[in-house]
């Protein structure tokens, strides 16, 4: 079938692929970034939404739910307790899962 042919490693696509699927759903939207006090998020969702903060070393530093109608979130998440850097916000829904990197200052 279809693939692609590298150092004689035969890559095929069967059904989707993670790519097309990016490129259809941009994720969500973030919002300033660098962040100080607060992000507001937002985007497409299926069913209830949640969000996880980690830090560099991967320690999870604030998780909750986000406000959803069902079929898209928008919300903000307060960072005023958290100390300056680099951290990873990852929204979560019952289909997928999207990691993003936010600096707070």
């Known amino acids: 079938g279809e693939g692609i042919y590298i150092d004689n490693i ?26 100080q006090d607060e992000v507001f998020v937002s985007g497409q969702s299926a069913g209830e939404t949640r969000f996880e903060l980690f830090n560099v070393i991967g320690a999870k530093v604030i998780s909750g739910v986000l406000k959803t109608d069902g079929a898209a979130f928008a919300d903000r998440i307060r960072l005023h307790d958290l100390e300056g850097g680099i951290y990873f916000l990852t929204i979560r829904d019952s289909e997928n899962a999207i990691t993003r990197k936010l600096h707070i200052r």
């Open 10 to 35: 035969n890559l095929s696509v069967t059904g989707g692929s993670a790519v097309s699927d990016l490129q259809g759903n941009p994720g969500f939207i973030m919002y300033p970034n660098p962040a």
